[in-house]
């Protein structure tokens, strides 16, 4: 069964370290590869996606995530975490193998330690 | 500027009653989603449905149905609600190549 993998569930980080997340799918076909994140008690947002063209995509708040083929993979990365980055954070997949069926991981909740 | 809206935010329904949430979407997409959020578990997706009347069976449909009349909106219904169907329930829209919006969220209580 096509399925997405997140390996960390919990991390935890102080401020300035540096993130990151990782993703593993297994789907076939043409894919299209996202990033969503969580703030504590609001909703899903997206911070950065891939659909074709350069494998490094930046997203919002400097996050950026690195589209690896040949691994299946799309981890998230981000230099230096701040407080405010604490979340859960989720990637999604979808397929046109899949018939364009958009799934999640598991989730990764990150703190942040000031 | 919203563009996916569900029903209700919070609902309290008893064991064995027949539940509707409903969802719509302003945005004209073909592909529809119903996903449930528990804690630890990520978003896991009960049905999607890519047109009008169509659907697919995601990682836990059972004890769920959906139904997809118009495009805009697509509902999950829970036939004989139990305790273990408590949970947020998440509903999304999405085109190939673009990004999936979501409601706000349906926090479900059964008792």
Known sequence: A????????HVILSEAASLELGCNY??????????YVQYPGQHLQLLLKYFSGDPL???IKGFEAEFIKSKFSFNLRKPSVQWS?????????????AGNMLTFGGGTRLMVKP | DVKVTQSSRYLVKRTGEKVFLECVQD????????????PGLGLRLIYFSYDVKM????????GYSVSREKKERFSLILESASTN?????????DAW???AFFGQGTRLTVV
Request: glycine fraction near 6%; aromatic fraction near 14%.
């Open chain 2, 27 to 38: 945005m004209d997409h073909e592909n529809m989603f119903w996903y449930r959020q528990d």
């Open chain 1, 57 to 59: 995509v930046k997203g």
């Open chain 2, 55 to 62: 659907k697919e069976k995601g990682d836990i449909p059972e």
């Open chain 1, 85 to 97: 980055d604490t979340a859960e954070y989720f990637c999604a997949v979808s397929s046109n193998n």
């Open chain 1, 26 to 35: 297994s789907y076939g076909g043409t894919v299209n590869l996202f990033w």
């Open chain 2, 97 to 99: 190549a673009t990004e």
């Open chain 2, 85 to 93: 169907q408590t949970s947020m329930y998440l509903c999304a829209s």
């Open chain 1, 2 to 9: 096509q399925s997405v993998s997140q390996h960390n569930h």
